[in-house]
């Protein structure tokens, strides 16, 4: 009798054991395609993900956002999908996003019957334009973190091509330095002294280093100064702007066009405010833009007038001012562009590229996209040191010119009203 019932517990047990394994085998792992894990969403749209599941048997998409305050994955929202074995759903994140900077989200699936849990990896979010920075007075502008991959955090017309004035000597320099060493002699030519607006007061012949010439362009923003550079460096201006054009094109520009070394109004010359970002983040990875830039004079010679002496003053404010966390910028002034800044800003830890197109107030412009900066993105951390690390490594026509480029730093008279923007706002 006892071996009996032995020998039916044995077969329970296998029968059981054979049950479990077959249940086992047919709840199938859950697998979720096309999430995109890092996202930099401007705050007036929406966040939609399309994801394909397989299996969805019907169950939920459960969104959850991470709160800092519990510490913990919190519910936020759900959607439900078809009875299907595979499906493909769209996600609409809540609103909980656009008042956050930063947030982070997953994706989570309960368990079924013949179905195993899953939980996605954190999707991270920076929202940009979390917030109007009034009074702006720019027809276009940018901030744009660049220790954090270039994210978008302020956006207004970014992507609309504007006359873009003298922030086109940043490509100039750039273009120049890629092919001389700085010690080259370059002789200025009667097309160069006769560059409209030109504030180097030379004449035919007269020499210089390039890396003089680097100087005033940067430092003074010299139009005589860009020519001569572009014939110096390329034998032509026609060639110079050619190499222009194709370094702009090789930093991913898409709504920049050149057509002068100096960006004297002329039609066909244009860049925009996400395309001059990308170009001063290039720039600032010379080790000689951004010494030139941060200086506020320059004097010089030229090397077969020794007797005659040369100076170049900024014409950036904010260098003038000794604004806290400002790693320098280029400014641009013309009748149809405006003013113009593109300006490095170094805050919490981070860098910031920040760009004004179409103002008359730029340097206020600047000021208001550096405090927005601090008071939504820094999260009240002290200023730290990161650095920007050095690299290693169509047809030339007359120009129409309105209105002279900047001949000091503090021709702007700019009003602040009572707006506290200073440095350590």
């Not at 395309?275 to 010379?286: E, S, T, V």
């Not at 404010?317 to 562009?337: A, F």
Request: charge should be negative; aromatic fraction near 8%.
């Amino acid at each position: 009798m006892a071996a009996k019932l032995i020998k039916g517990l044995t077969l329970a047990v296998l029968i059981i054991a054979a049950v479990g394994a077959l249940a086992i085998n047919l709840v199938k792992p859950t697998t979720m395609d096309g999430i995109v894990y890092d996202l930099n969403p401007m705050a007036e749209t929406d966040i939609v993900q399309t994801v394909k599941v397989n299996p969805a048997n019907g169950r939920d998409i459960v969104i959850q956002r991470w709160s800092e305050a519990e510490e913990e994955w919190v519910d936020a929202g759900a959607v439900e999908m078809p009875d299907e074995k595979e499906a493909s759903v769209e996600v609409k994140f809540p609103d909980d996003w656009k008042t956050l900077a930063f947030s982070k989200w997953r994706f989570v699936i309960n368990r079924s019957f013949t179905a195993k849990e899953y939980e996605s990896e954190p999707i991270t979010v920076t929202t940009g334009n979390i917030a109007e920075i009034k009074k702006l007075k720019a027809k276009a502008a940018i901030v744009m973190c660049v220790t954090d991959g270039n994210k978008i955090l302020f956006d207004l017309n970014a992507n609309k091509q504007l006359p873009n004035a003298s922030t086109t000597k940043l490509m100039t320099a750039m273009v120049s330095m890629d092919k001389l060493a700085g010690d080259e002699e370059i002789k200025f030519s009667q097309k160069a002294v006769e560059t409209p607006d030109g504030n180097m007061w030379v004449e035919k012949g007269d020499k210089f280093t390039a890396e003089d010439l680097w100087n005033t362009l940067l430092i003074q923003s010299s139009n005589d100064a860009s020519v001569a550079i572009a014939e110096g460096t390329s034998g032509s201006v026609k060639k110079f702007v050619k190499a222009m054009n194709a370094k702009a094109k090789e930093l991913g520009c898409e709504n920049t066009h050149f057509k002068n070394p100096h960006g004297l109004d002329t039609d066909g010359h244009y860049s925009s405010c996400y395309d001059l970002a990308l170009i001063d983040i290039a720039a600032m990875k010379y080790d000689k833009i951004r010494e030139i830039l941060l200086k506020e004079k320059y004097e010089f010679t030229s090397t077969n007038h020794p007797e005659r002496e040369n100076y170049a003053d900024t014409t950036n404010d904010l260098i003038l001012e000794g604004y806290k966390g400002h790693l320098g910028g280029k400014t641009g002034w013309d009748t149809l562009s405006g003013g113009c800044f593109v300006g490095m800003y170094e805050y919490g830890g981070k860098q910031y590229v920040t760009v004004v197109l179409g103002s008359d107030k730029r340097f206020t412009d600047t000021k208001r996209l550096y405090k927005y900066i601090r008071d939504y993105y820094s999260g009240g951390e002290a200023p730290g040191k990161v650095g920007i690390q050095p690299d290693t490594g169509e047809t030339e026509e007359e120009v129409e010119i309105f209105d002279i480029e900047d001949l000091g730093g503090s021709s702007e008279e700019e009003e602040e009203d009572d707006e506290d923007l200073s440095d350590a706002a």
